[in-house]
């Protein structure tokens, strides 16, 4: 987040510390502890960003808290329930945080509370549309949901990168429908990209990027905005095993890699990148017209660059390990 990484992991202490480069080293900024589990944040400006925290089971609220990054502290806390639904044994998972033009947008799914019998912890057997939250900033009042029945539930579990805003102020969303990315019973709309246009607070009813057909049959696991109208897509190749896109090195990779033209709506395939296992969330770095991703086999971890104009991909680093988490270029 700027020349800041903010670190937190899923410990039971809920700490979250800031990263900084001094003298070329990578030093220790503040640290700040939360009573939740942060789930989704994102960006505001240069010493501002925001977080959402909630349990993992039940009905508690969920909280949305304001945190300084140059002194690492919390200056104010929300709380909300959004669309909960005890009727059904559902909660609100979000899986992206966005502000644009006074408004906080808030991508989520419902999943399974684990209250009820019915319907297991983490279930999804309400996803066949897509829901964004819209709350006012900086005041954070819910202002309203925002719904599209063309595909299913937006983002994935811990995912970052599910509202994209690209050069002209539009967001983009993405919705898998994937068994393999944590959906399940899996939705029957396909896999595709949404649009809220600039200016906007809706899903624009005149676009629909059907991902799954033009693909040729393969689903979204994740996407990153490149830049030129372009989302460097991860796949799903195999939708079979639930949760299948979460082990990096499997010894049978469901994922690959592709360039999706978001105006032409047309997907072209890397082949440049091996088969792999998918990861939780999606290590990326655009930077200098290229995106740099981690790619995971059962060999261990890579990074590859990107081309999305062209269409082409190469290894650049092999790493000590079976998954980056983060990639960042600090000056």
Avoid at 281 to 289: E, I, K, Q, R, S
Wanted: proline share 4%; charged share 20%; hydrophobic share 35%.
């Amino acid at each position: 987040m700027g020349d800041i990484i903010i670190a937190h992991g899923e410990a039971g202490d809920n700490q979250t510390t800031a990263y900084s480069i001094t003298d070329g080293q990578l030093v220790t900024g503040g640290t700040l502890i939360t009573e939740l589990g942060l789930y989704s944040a994102c960006n505001v400006d240069d010493n501002t960003m925001l977080a959402m925290g909630l349990p993992r089971a039940g009905y508690e609220n969920r909280v949305i808290f304001v945190i300084d990054k140059t002194n690492m502290s919390i200056t104010q806390r929300v709380e909300t329930k959004i669309d909960e639904r005890q009727e059904e044994g559902l909660v609100v998972w979000p899986t992206d945080m966005h502000v644009r033009d006074g408004q906080l947008f808030v991508s989520y799914y419902l999943v399974g509370s684990g209250e009820l019998e019915a319907v297991p912890a983490f279930a999804t057997p309400n996803s066949n549309q897509a829901r964004v939250a819209v709350f006012s900033y900086p005041g954070l009042e819910l202002e309203k949901i925002i719904t599209d029945d063309r595909t299913s539930d937006v983002g994935v579990y811990l995912s970052t990168t599910a509202l994209e805003e690209d050069e002209s102020g539009d967001i983009y969303t993405f919705s898998t429908s994937s068994n393999a990315s944590g959906f399940f019973p899996t939705p029957t709309n396909p896999s595709g990209f949404l649009r809220i246009p600039s200016g906007s607070t809706e899903f624009d009813d005149g676009y629909f990027f059907n991902f799954e057909e033009a693909s040729g049959g393969y689903k979204i696991n994740n996407a990153v905005y490149a830049g030129n109208g372009k989302m460097i897509v991860r796949m799903v190749m195999d939708d079979a095993a639930t949760w299948g896109t979460y082990d990096p090195v499997t010894e049978a990779p469901t994922c690959a890699i592709a360039v999706a033209d978001l105006e032409a709506q047309t997907v072209t395939h890397i082949t440049d990148v091996p088969t792999h296992g998918g990861e939780w969330g999606m290590a990326n770095l655009v930077h200098d017209g290229q995106v740099y991703l981690n790619i995971s086999t059962a060999n261990g971890a890579s990074i590859y660059a990107v081309d999305p104009e062209a269409a082409t991909a190469s290894e650049v680093a092999t790493i000590d390990g079976n998954w980056v988490k983060g990639i960042f270029h600090l000056d």
